[in-house]
């Protein structure tokens, strides 16, 4: 009977210590906007569809954002149908954003991640993305920017008067996380 | 059964409670639809928590992906993950025909502007009895060309996959307003100049609807210009400064 009870603390215990290092976060609301640049465009695309979660385990915190590619809107249907085209979005939907954060920097206000990035069928990875943080209660404001290319993703720069739009499509990356 | 018992407690004792931590990182065992023991405590100072959790792990060690939420924990809908590959055929073809459009459209405004030229010479003159007829078929031919090129360039428009129900946004709504001016004018120029050409070779002043003819082929050719700015619209200057 007494190792029964051993065993049953045991597992508390355990259960306990995996609840206490398992904080997560939900992404309350999102602006993600992707800057486009050609000699005679400037273009920001803005998407307020992610959605996403963070875990902090013991020694990294895992943050997973997602938003569907079609969600991003440049205020021109055709120019959004158009990147849809070109980055396959039909074939590949979801853009995903995965970061990690050190457990030691997650309540620091600036802190570098490691990012890994879904998009057009390729995967980029970034490592000493700079983000900046403010902590409001139980709300993190997470602030950032990722140096996406379209080279990262095998993306073929569309054209306008024959002239290629620039390599360069810089994500900025707007989210309030709350943590639960 | 004592033995066993004694076994076990030594294991436990050997092992102690990281152990079970450790096991509790399994792979079916999802972190991010477990209750965390802070969910309710609003007031919790999640970065003095950080530190004190932070301290004994200096290290930066990969931690194993067990923790790392997935996708399915999102939320988003099936149909907004699921890929359809005939979506990208038909936005494929979309764009291969646009861009069909967009350059015939560019092209179109070599035979145009030279048609505008070229109408100089094409109006009667009654003082050598009857006007230039060389530069009058110069004009009819490039009008003629002009025409004809519209026709092949609104074709890959019109041919093009509609996706979506949205209503149009941005430059491209513009641009499709100033069909219903340009598209009646590309049709109505050539019969007002051939009206207006009958009426010339017949010795008559050209007069009546015809003499619109001139009229009707400038306000198409703006409008149709206009809407080669518009769907390009807004245009950044480079030397307006850069971002």
Sequence with gaps: MMILWVIVLVFVYGIGAKAQADTTFVLESSVLTYHMSHPVHEVDGVSRGAKGRGVCGAETCDFLLAAPVKSFDSGDTNRDLHMLQVVRGAEFPVVVVKLKIPMADIAMKDFECELEVQFAGSTAHYSHVPFHQEINGAEHKITGVVPATLTDFKITPPSFLTVPIKNEIPVKVDTMWKMQ | ?243
């Design chain 2, 1 to 243: 059964m004592l033995h066993a018992g004694r076994m076990l407690l030594l294991l436990v004792a050997v092992t102690g409670p990281g152990m079970w931590a450790q096991s509790a990182e399994l792979p079916e065992a999802p972190a991010a639809q477990q209750p965390s023991l802070v969910a309710d405590s609003g007031a919790f100072d999640f970065r003095e928590a950080m530190r004190q959790q932070s301290a004994p792990l200096s290290s930066r060690s990969q931690q194993p992906q067990s923790n790392a939420p997935s996708l399915d924990d999102l939320g988003l809908s099936p149909n907004q993950m699921k890929p359809d590959p005939d979506l990208q055929a038909r936005l494929d073809r979309r764009t291969h025909m646009l861009k069909v459009h967009q350059e015939l459209g560019l092209i179109t405004l070599a035979p145009l502007a030279a048609a505008c030229i070229s109408s100089a010479a094409a109006p009667p003159d009654p003082r050598n009895g009857g006007g230039n007829t060389v530069g009058r078929d110069i004009h009819v031919s490039l009008g003629s060309l002009s025409v004809a090129m519209y026709g092949a360039t609104a074709y890959y428009a019109i041919r093009a996959p509609r996706i979506g129900h949205e209503p149009a946004r941005g430059g491209i709504k513009i641009h499709k307003y100033l069909i219903y001016i340009h598209a009646p004018g590309m049709l109505l120029t050539p019969i007002l100049g051939a009206m207006a050409f009958n009426q010339a070779a017949n010795g008559e002043r050209v007069h009546g609807i015809a003499s619109a003819h001139s009229a009707v082929a400038w306000t198409t050719v703006a409008t149709y210009s206009a809407s080669i700015i518009a769907v390009s619209w807004p245009i950044h200057l480079p030397f307006h400064g850069s971002k």
